[in-house]
């Protein structure tokens, strides 16, 4: 047989994604398409300003998760910054491939959610009158924290604003873009408004609110009364 003379093929297609863990971990997944045929290893170089650090996976592998990260805020935080990672096909043999680079972005205080809706409509002939939010997610979200008011006039609602939404009633995870109200209709409730902060937060800190107002019926529930849509 002849002998393996080349270094092994660099890895292609290199992608770096993170996810809030516990508190302020974030861990970081690389991934990557495994082209080589020779490695004996992967070398993994994370570059954080100007320290680097090595880590290896076995030959053939296509990730690795870097579990030392955690996202910090304040002065000398590094919400928001890079890390840069080299990926490396290495042979005990004949050395080691070009490096694949890839980087990702940590976290700051995400941005507010957007595209806010509320809908709401009669279950049977019963007095439950279910409202249900939906929004677009915030790229960093750990969670978003949903605020109500309590049911207000026509005119108090149309200057209200998330200031009035001051009872947390619920909070949900990142990757959630709705949440349903399981409102109770009474005498007091009908024809008021529910005004709906929604923020995304994460440990570095809340965004601004979406607000979203729902108009709840002045009609019992009676058949083909139709849905609400604010």
Same mark, same amino acid.
């Given at each position: 047989?002849?002998?393996?003379?080349?270094?092994?093929?660099?890895?292609?297609?290199?992608?770096?994604?993170?996810?809030?863990?516990?508190?302020?971990?974030?861990?970081?997944?690389?991934?990557? &398409?495994?082209?080589?045929?020779?490695?004996?290893?992967?070398?993994?170089?994370?570059?954080?300003?100007?320290?680097?650090?090595?880590?290896?996976?076995?030959?053939?592998?296509?990730?690795?998760?870097?579990?030392?990260?955690?996202?910090?805020?304040?002065?000398?935080?590094?919400?928001?910054?890079?890390?840069?990672y080299q990926i490396i096909?290495?042979?005990?043999?004949?050395?080691?491939?070009?490096?694949?680079?890839?980087?990702?972005?940590?976290?700051?205080?995400?941005?507010?959610?957007?595209?806010?809706?509320?809908?709401?409509?009669?279950?049977?002939?019963?007095?439950?009158?279910?409202?249900?939010?939906?929004?677009?997610?915030?790229?960093?979200?750990?969670?978003?924290?949903?605020?109500?008011?309590?049911?207000?006039?026509?005119?108090?609602?149309?200057?209200?604003?998330?200031?009035?939404?001051?009872?947390?009633?619920?909070?949900?995870?990142?990757?959630?873009?709705?949440?349903?109200?399981?409102?109770?209709?009474?005498?007091?409730?009908?024809?008021?408004?529910?005004?709906?902060?929604?923020?995304?937060?994460?440990?570095?800190?809340?965004?601004?609110?979406?607000?979203?107002k729902a108009t709840l019926?002045?009609a019992p529930p009676v058949?083909?009364?139709?849905?609400?849509? &604010?």
């Amino acid at each position: 047989a002849l002998p393996i003379s080349s270094a092994p093929a660099a890895p292609t297609g290199g992608v770096a994604t993170g996810a809030w863990g516990v508190g302020s971990a974030y861990p970081v997944t690389l991934t990557w &398409t495994d082209v080589a045929t020779t490695e004996t290893s992967y070398t993994i170089k994370k570059t954080v300003g100007a320290t680097v650090t090595t880590y290896t996976a076995a030959a053939n592998a296509t990730s690795y998760t870097d579990n030392s990260v955690t996202v910090t805020s304040g002065a000398g935080g590094n919400a928001g910054t890079q890390i840069s990672y080299q990926i490396i096909a290495t042979s005990a043999v004949t050395g080691d491939s070009a490096p694949l680079a890839v980087s990702i972005t940590l976290p700051a205080t995400p941005a507010a959610p957007t595209g806010g809706s509320a809908s709401g409509s009669w279950v049977g002939q019963t007095a439950s009158y279910p409202v249900v939010l939906s929004w677009t997610g915030s790229s960093g979200a750990a969670s978003y924290v949903i605020k109500r008011s309590s049911a207000l006039s026509a005119t108090a609602a149309a200057t209200a604003t998330a200031a009035n939404a001051t009872t947390t009633v619920a909070t949900v995870a990142a990757g959630t873009t709705t949440w349903t109200d399981p409102v109770t209709m009474t005498t007091a409730l009908a024809g008021r408004t529910y005004v709906y902060a929604i923020t995304a937060t994460n440990p570095i800190g809340t965004s601004a609110a979406l607000v979203v107002k729902a108009t709840l019926p002045a009609a019992p529930p009676v058949p083909g009364v139709p849905s609400i849509s &604010t």
